[in-house]
């Protein structure tokens, strides 16, 4: 069984509330799962202590069970000190927007014209 540490979400519309789960990864998010491991409430502020709260024993069982964290999961046990830091990778981060380049492109291209006159 393929088993994912996962947020379900809860709360109303627009005021998410996240439950941190153990669950087989074929269960859909909000559906059925194992064990409920902790909250995540995106609305506090990022240095309040209430916005994540893990049962860190019950996720490292599970870690050890096999489960496998999802992106943001992964975040929130690396800043825990359970997970190591990995290293992410973003392609496109330094990469402008198609307008950009097309302003570039133009600026460019006035720079260019009046040089060869």
Do not use: C
Not at 35 to 49: F, I, V
Not at 89 to 113: F, I, Q, S, T, Y
């Amino acid at each position: 069984m393929a088993m994912k540490i996962r947020l379900a979400r809860g709360g109303s519309k627009k005021r998410p509330h996240y439950a941190i789960v153990a669950t087989d990864s074929r269960m859909p998010r909000d559906g059925r799962f194992l064990e409920k491991l902790g909250t995540y409430n995106p609305l506090l502020a990022k240095d309040s202590e209430d916005r994540v709260k893990m049962n860190v024993e019950r996720v490292q069982y599970w870690l050890a069970q096999g489960a496998q964290p999802t992106d943001r999961i992964a975040r929130f046990l690396e800043a825990a000190g359970v997970l190591a830091k990995t290293e992410r990778k973003n392609m496109k981060k330094a990469e402008p927007g198609d307008k950009a380049k097309k302003r570039a492109a133009e600026k460019a291209a006035k720079a260019a014209a009046p040089a060869e006159e």
